[in-house]
């Protein structure tokens, strides 16, 4: 679906503008191809650029409570310097690479309700508008899926999904947030946690995998988060067994008794750090407590052959993700009129 609006700045009869994204969906880090489609209005306009953003539905916790807000984490210049002439049609062909650490925004095909958009940006003589709006479709990389996979096959369920505003210390993060894929734990971890999150960045080696555990407390003890960093890499050796690998990871991260599991690597370790202790924590902005779920998901989770299978009640479908992406974004921009 497409959201296709006139050039607020150039008034009825301006340019405008329809981004088309090639159907296929993206990766992190991979390509995210399409055409920008302009039809000139009543009269000639100079096009002096065309902006791509890539913007994100992201939560931040300040004094006041918890709010929504959106995050431009990345712009690409993929045209312009030319004159669109009157009733003009003409494409412009682009293909960028999205940031390694893009949320994925769905899993076997179904939405996590995680909001990405592609918002394209014109300047006309001397103005810019932000004329058209699309949802972005990021498709998890293998290990990101053999990971999930595998905590499907152990019996973890999918809870919900969200962006975090906020940094995850001593990680090679980039982005100003981060997603955090929230799980039930499986049966025979039900006893020792709550919740398992679980958190992807990606690079150009391979990725950090933060596990996050709201462990239950003890007769003695009350409850507490406990946090662990796993490294990997893209290149997955052969034969491995992801079951193993990641029931070792939660295994250490619950019997860890000071809460904070020593970082592990396996395969490459793309900052060369090998097997070290520390673990990762999060700042002042990346806290958070209570539990949380995504944007009217509704999901429920079968937890079998398929891995981490998201199904839907509710009827929550993909289009209808689309529908919020447009409902939110607009809005948003429509608050910063306001402001202004």
């Known amino acids: 679906m497409v959201f296709k609006r006139l050039l607020g700045s150039m008034g009825v009869g301006g340019p405008a503008v329809d981004t088309v994204l090639d159907l296929a969906g993206a990766t992190p880090g991979g390509s995210l191809s399409g055409e920008v489609r302009l ?12 902006t791509l953003e890539l913007v994100a539905r992201v939560e931040a916790e300040t004094e006041h409570g918890e709010h929504d807000g959106t995050v431009v984490f990345e712009r690409f210049s993929v045209g312009g310097g030319f004159r669109l002439h009157e009733g003009e049609h003409r494409s412009v062909p682009f293909a960028v690479t999205l940031p390694w650490e893009t949320p994925i925004t769905e899993l076997y095909g179904q939405p996590l309700g995680i909001v990405l958009g592609v918002r394209t940006e014109l300047g006309v003589a001397g103005a810019k508008d932000k004329g058209d709006l699309d949802a972005l479709t990021v498709r998890p990389l293998p290990v990101q899926e053999a990971v999930l996979e595998a905590l499907g096959q152990l019996g973890f369920g999918f809870k919900s999904a969200d962006l975090e505003y906020g940094r995850i210390a001593g990680t090679g993060q980039q982005l100003p947030f ?5 799980l039930t734990p499986a049966p025979r971890y039900a006893g020792q946690a709550n919740e398992i999150e679980v958190t992807f960045l990606a ?26 960093r796993y490294t990997v890499s893209h290149g997955e050796p052969s034969g491995t067994d992801w079951n193993a690998e990641v029931d070792s990871w939660i295994q250490r991260l619950l019997s860890s008794p000071t809460g904070h599991a020593a970082h592990g690597s396996y395969g490459h370790d793309p900052y060369g750090h090998g ?11 990346g806290h958070h407590s209570g539990h949380r779920s995504g944007p009217g998901m509704g999901t429920v989770v079968a937890a079998g052959a398929a891995g981490l299978a998201v199904g839907v009640a509710g009827g929550m479908i993909a289009a209808e993700v689309v529908d919020e992406v447009g409902d939110f974004f607009e809005g948003d921009e429509d608050e910063g009129d306001d402001e202004s």
């Open 39 to 50: 039809t000139g209005g009543r009269a000639d306009f100079d096009i002096e650029h065309i």
């Open 178 to 182: 981060y997603q955090e894929i929230e």
């Open 275 to 285: 097997h070290v202790g520390g673990h990762a924590h999060k700042d002042d902005h």
């Open 203 to 228: 690079n150009p080696a391979g990725m950090e995998v933060v596990v996050e555990a709201d462990k239950r407390g003890g007769l003695f003890s009350g409850g507490h988060d406990a946090l662990a």
